[in-house]
């Protein structure tokens, strides 16, 4: 029997030349990909790393403010308490 399909060195050099290419290209986009996704996840750290100092910054506000006003509570009830003490005294 003879072969019905038959490929020369020519036809295999130029299947060869088209799949190395093929393979290159896609090699080279999915490079391109991960670098795109590194750029990404770089601007997203960044990103996270100024919003957690606006947090921060918010959250001392927040702190500030509640001691503040816990303060002005005690002092309050402390004076009522000073108060009733002078009357029923």
Excluded: C, N, W
Aim: no cysteine; hydrophobic share 45%; charged share 25%.
């Amino acid at each position: 029997m003879e072969p019905v399909f038959t490929l020369s060195g020519s036809t295999l050099a130029a299947i060869g030349a088209v799949l190395g290419a093929l393979s290159g290209a896609i090699t080279f986009l999915f490079r391109q990909l991960v670098a795109s996704k590194d750029a990404q996840i770089a601007s997203l750290k960044q990103e996270i790393e100024a919003q957690r100092g606006v947090m921060m910054a918010e959250i001392h506000s927040l702190k500030q403010e509640r001691d503040y006003f816990r303060d002005l509570a005690f002092r309050a009830a402390r004076r009522r308490a000073s108060d009733a003490s002078d009357v029923g005294g």
